[in-house]
């Protein structure tokens, strides 16, 4: 292995070894979610954040690197044949690539967990202070009305 090698190596592993944190904070803020624990999610927000800014630092790093050395995937030239030609670093890149797979992965579920439990604070917060509730109902003439409407003029 060469000393550039070498280097696309340790970068590699670098931004892996970020990768596998951040998701096993991803893991927990998603325990943390389904087990209502406010306070530990709490505290996990600034060490999520703070693992987002190294990876971004750790994938421009290794960019940068990757384009000073002429070794852009998505060219097919000798270069990265080569370099990919090694297992170590085989195995890293695709590790790599699998790792940001499942870390999109974890993330679309956080987003559609905290997106159905918002639409679901706004419906509740809705009914506690007595707005009306729209439940389709359709009348004779085929329009919708809400099934409150009938009961405006009642009074306890």
Same mark, same amino acid.
């Given at each position: 292995m060469t000393q550039d090698t070498n280097r696309f190596a340790r970068l590699l592993s670098s931004e892996l070894d970020i990768n596998q944190q951040l998701c096993h904070v991803l893991q927990q803020e998603l325990d943390c979610i389904s087990?209502?624990?406010i306070r530990e999610l709490e505290a996990?927000?600034?060490l $999520?954040? /703070?693992l987002l800014n190294e990876l971004q630092k750790a994938a421009s790093g290794r960019l940068e690197w990757m384009k000073a050395a002429g070794l852009l995937p998505d060219q097919n030239g000798k270069e990265w044949q080569s370099v990919t030609a090694d297992e170590e670093i085989a195995g890293l890149w695709h590790d790599l690539q699998q790792q940001y797979h499942q870390n999109q992965k974890l993330t679309a579920r956080l987003s559609e967990l905290v997106l159905a439990l918002?639409? $679901?604070t706004r419906r509740k917060l809705s009914i506690l202070l007595g707005r009306q509730q729209e439940t389709g109902l359709y009348d004779q003439q085929g329009q919708t009305r809400s099934v /409150?409407? $009938?009961f405006r003029g009642i009074r306890a």
């Amino acid at each position: 292995m060469t000393q550039d090698t070498n280097r696309f190596a340790r970068l590699l592993s670098s931004e892996l070894d970020i990768n596998q944190q951040l998701c096993h904070v991803l893991q927990q803020e998603l325990d943390c979610i389904s087990q209502q624990d406010i306070r530990e999610l709490e505290a996990l927000t600034p060490l $999520r954040q /703070n693992l987002l800014n190294e990876l971004q630092k750790a994938a421009s790093g290794r960019l940068e690197w990757m384009k000073a050395a002429g070794l852009l995937p998505d060219q097919n030239g000798k270069e990265w044949q080569s370099v990919t030609a090694d297992e170590e670093i085989a195995g890293l890149w695709h590790d790599l690539q699998q790792q940001y797979h499942q870390n999109q992965k974890l993330t679309a579920r956080l987003s559609e967990l905290v997106l159905a439990l918002g639409q $679901r604070t706004r419906r509740k917060l809705s009914i506690l202070l007595g707005r009306q509730q729209e439940t389709g109902l359709y009348d004779q003439q085929g329009q919708t009305r809400s099934v /409150n409407a $009938r009961f405006r003029g009642i009074r306890a």
